[in-house]
């Protein structure tokens, strides 16, 4: 009896021993930190604040994508269309969309259906933020399952820049927006290499890995993606290891502290954010153009890159910032010439210099700059009376024309006639029934930013910007300060898979080749 | 004792209605547009009507506070303008980890603030009196973003004891206080500097009176004289800064949660702030007044339960 048992046992052990599987090592998950409170709106279409940005970037393609690492419009590629064709007018263009690209979870293959809804999702004011980028399209339309076809009422700079995978051009699942309704904020179908798993409120938002992604399976088993507004304590995570990629500060300091860790990589790249001071054309003091080339000429550029640091800064040089199609570095900036302004002060009759009240916000990185502002100015005798408000109303302030100088920092899709269109174009002057961001109220190179986006030829095209941009200068409906670079800290053992240059998503892109090595 | 509660909350309910209506108007006093705040700063008029529209922002006031009213008095705070989940589990979310917070520093507050208080009292002027007021003057001159961040560098960057962020998992007991230890360590130990001032205060005023005099001269010990006759008299002002104190960590230690990473009721109510997320304002603002009524009954309680006297008034 106990020798059967015994033999039994050892047949059972065999068994075991045998059919035991090796189990497979679970993929890491990359942890990045974050500078914010929270996660916002994961709907693609309202993702407007970096940190959304940043994360709906690894759940969503576009139609097209900026080549990882870059956010150069020439190195636009096929993302979910695999190719296109465009007719002789560039008003209709027509999208043939790569076959099996699946949804996450079961919401199935993307079809042209769910294209032409997201397309018509995001072109509509009150499912998206960006319905203004499709102003101009006429019709989106499903050819057959797999084509799409979109006319335009008039050509634009850069169709293919609002199809990308950037801002409006996202594409979501019909199926889970017309299902989820309201709660797709926070529970987003994409086909992207990573999924949405679930939001911890004010901690982190955790992302698994797409298996089914369509381009091949992630090499990361998922994203932690963690909110710590404390830079102290998101540093201190970082250095403890808590951390594998940290959003850092666009300082000097902190790049230069960061970089002495171990086995640690700061990354600085594009887009600049270009902060610019808007002057109110039409108001006093700024209706008398010898004011505002006073100013502009005791705005110090190379004290601001000094301040803020060379590795993640550089002077501004136009109206528009540095890189985008159409910018050029050569519009006649008015230079620094403290003698020079306070002469154009006494000749408008200010000779003992003048006093403006200016809104600012109480955010750390734009009131900082504007407290350099207010002593470099004060050197030519200009006195800046702050009026500090919290975030949120100075946004609604300054569209309220409440403030005749505003300080301004962006970033937008890189070509010109976007920056130039919405700062200095008539029909984006604040307080009008069209308005976006024109504080200047700057009117004087309409006739060139219209031109321009409906110009055919390229060459005309860059030359209808380039005037505008000369002539917003000559005018000083703005005066361009400084452009700061976007700074992320990394170890050494992550591997984005590309070089990282650029990110319109604001952050590092995440994609189905980025490892922990 | 249950009339005595029934009263006190039925005191509270003119206090709740006027917290209702003073919310109701203090967010839409507030400047800063939430349909701006969605749509971000490429928003044009036309985009930002629509938006107010879908979130009913455009309605008549009286019909958005009526709305408001209604739906609060039957416990239904809406959805969150952001998130678009119900307010209440949201709350429901952190309010966990907000009440371990609370909780923990009032323990570790009053297990230290107490004896050292009594301590200095019964040394008045002596070394430990000195030291003791030297130490709770450095306690409550150390802001949280300070003491934590020392907290952070010691024990979770040069010792490795506890991690520097970190959600806790509720279900996770050990996990949870493990996260929890250099949080309530830090308000923990302003409190105690608060605590021990008042203690030591309200000691040696009891510690004067006719009554410890007639004890001492009966014979009584002087355990028992310091802590049933000194300290149950002492306890009145104890009592109420601990309440006081309870109350305002429950919505004020957004900087202990900013630095520590954690959730929590403050934390989520200057992003509501932040978002211009007016439900999501109104209903943390309404559950906290709520929270805040419930501490200043319970500490009415304990009036009654250290001094018969109040409970007879």
């Not at chain 1, 108001?283 to 803020?308: M, S, T």
């Not at chain 2, 509270?12 to 006093?29: C, H, N, Q, W």
């Not at chain 2, 009440?99 to 009292?121: C, E, F, Q, R, Y």
């Not at chain 2, 309200?202 to 004890?215: F, H, I, K, P, V």
């Amino acid at each position: 009896m106990i020798r059967r048992f015994g033999f039994k046992a050892a047949i059972l052990a065999a068994a075991l021993a045998f059919s035991t599987p090796v189990f497979a090592q679970p993929l890491p998950i990359l942890r990045v930190g974050m500078a914010a409170q929270d996660v916002g709106r994961l709907d693609p279409h309202f993702a407007v604040s970096t940190i959304d940005r940043v994360v709906v970037a690894w759940m969503f393609n576009g139609l097209v994508r900026f080549k990882p690492g870059s956010i150069d419009p020439a190195e636009i590629e096929p993302d979910l269309a695999q190719s296109w064709e465009r007719s002789d007018d560039g008003l209709t263009w027509t999208f043939h969309l790569r076959p099996n690209v699946a949804f996450h979870g079961n919401y199935g293959m993307v079809t042209a259906d769910d294209v032409v809804f997201s397309l018509k999702k995001s072109s509509t004011a009150a499912t998206s933020a960006f319905a203004a980028d499709f102003a101009a399209f006429e019709t989106i339309e499903a050819v057959d399952p797999m084509t799409v076809r979109i006319k335009l009422r008039n050509p634009v700079p850069s169709l293919l820049g609002i199809l990308t995978n950037y801002a409006g051009g996202y594409i979501v699942s019909r199926r889970a927006v017309e299902e989820r309704g309201a709660g797709f904020v926070r529970s987003p179908i994409g086909t992207g290499p990573f999924m949405l798993d679930h939001v911890t409120p004010n901690q982190s938002a955790e992302l698994v890995a797409h298996e089914g992604y369509f381009r091949g399976k992630p090499l990361l088993g998922g994203i932690s993606y963690r909110f710590i507004p404390s830079d102290a304590s998101r540093d201190l995570a970082f250095q403890a290891g808590e951390l594998d990629v940290n959003y850092g500060r666009a300082d000097q300091t902190w790049v230069n502290r960061t970089r002495q860790l171990p086995n640690v990589t700061v990354d600085v790249f594009e887009p600049g954010e270009l902060t610019e001071l808007s002057l109110n054309i039409t108001r006093p003091p700024f209706n008398d153009i010898r004011v505002r080339q006073a100013l502009a000429h005791a705005v110090n550029r190379a004290e601001f890159v000094r301040w803020r640091g060379a590795d993640v800064s550089r002077e501004g040089q136009s109206v528009v910032p540095r890189g985008y199609l159409g910018f050029i570095n050569d519009p006649g900036l008015l230079p620094h010439d403290i003698n020079r302004a306070k002469a154009l002060l006494a000749e408008a009759g200010y000779p003992n210099g003048l006093t403006i009240r200016v809104i600012h916000t109480q955010l750390p990185e734009m009131l900082s700059g504007m407290q350099v502002l207010q002593q470099q100015l004060r050197r030519a005798g200009i006195t800046l009376d702050l009026n500090i408000v919290e975030h949120a109303t100075f946004h609604q302030q300054i569209r309220q024309d409440l403030s005749p100088m505003v300080y301004y920092s962006a970033a937008r899709f890189p070509v010109a006639d976007i920056f130039l269109t919405q700062f200095f174009h008539s029909r984006s002057i604040v307080q009008t029934p069209t308005a976006v961001t024109n504080f200047s109220h700057c009117d004087k190179a309409d006739a060139q930013i219209d031109g321009a986006r409906v110009a055919t030829d390229l060459v005309e095209q860059r030359r209808l910007w380039a005037e505008a941009q000369r002539i917003i200068v000559r005018e000083v409906c703005a005066v361009p300060v400084i452009e700061t670079l976007l700074v992320f800290g990394r170890r050494n053992n992550v591997d984005y898979g590309y070089e990282l240059n650029g990110s319109m998503s604001l952050g590092p892109l995440i994609t189905e080749k980025t490892r922990l090595r | 004792m249950l009339g005595f509660v029934l009263r006190r909350l039925l005191a509270a309910i003119p206090t709740l209605l006027a917290v209702l209506t003073l919310v109701f108007v203090i967010v839409r006093v507030v400047p800063g547009d939430p349909a701006l705040v969605i749509l971000g700063d490429q928003a044009t008029p036309e985009a930002t009507a629509a938006v107010r529209e879908r979130l009913g922002l455009d309605r008549p006031l009286l019909v958005q506070y009526f709305d408001f009213l209604g739906s609060a008095l039957q416990g239904d705070f809406g959805n969150s303008l952001v998130t678009n989940r119900p307010i209440l589990s949201e709350v429901r979310a952190v309010l966990p980890h907000t009440v371990d917070l609370t909780l923990a520093s009032m323990v570790i507050g009053v297990a230290i603030g107490v004896p050292v208080g009594i301590w200095a009292a019964l040394n008045r002027n002596g070394v430990i009196d000195v030291m003791a007021r030297l130490l709770s003057l450095i306690g409550l001159s150390f802001p949280v973003f300070v003491s934590g961040v020392f907290l952070l560098l010691a024990f979770g960057l040069h010792w490795r004891l506890f991690p520097v962020i970190g959600s806790a998992d509720l279900n996770d007991p050990l996990d949870r206080l493990h996260k929890l230890v250099l949080p309530a360590m830090t308000l923990g130990l302003l409190m105690a500097a608060y605590i021990t001032r008042v203690t030591r205060s309200a000691m040696l005023q009891s510690l004067g009176e006719d009554y410890m005099r007639t004890a001492r001269a009966k014979g009584v010990p002087r355990r028992r004289v310091v802590w049933v006759h000194g300290l149950r008299n002492a306890a009145l002002p104890i009592v109420t800064v601990v309440g006081l104190y309870v109350g305002i960590l429950l919505g004020n230690s957004v900087l202990t949660e900013i630095v520590f990473n954690r959730p929590g009721l403050g934390k989520i109510i200057v992003g509501a702030l932040n978002q211009r997320d007016y439900p999501m304002l109104q209903g943390l603002l309404v559950i906290y007044c709520f929270l805040i009524v419930i501490v200043n009954l319970i500490t009415d309680l304990l009036y009654g339960v250290i001094d018969p006297r109040v409970k007879a008034a």
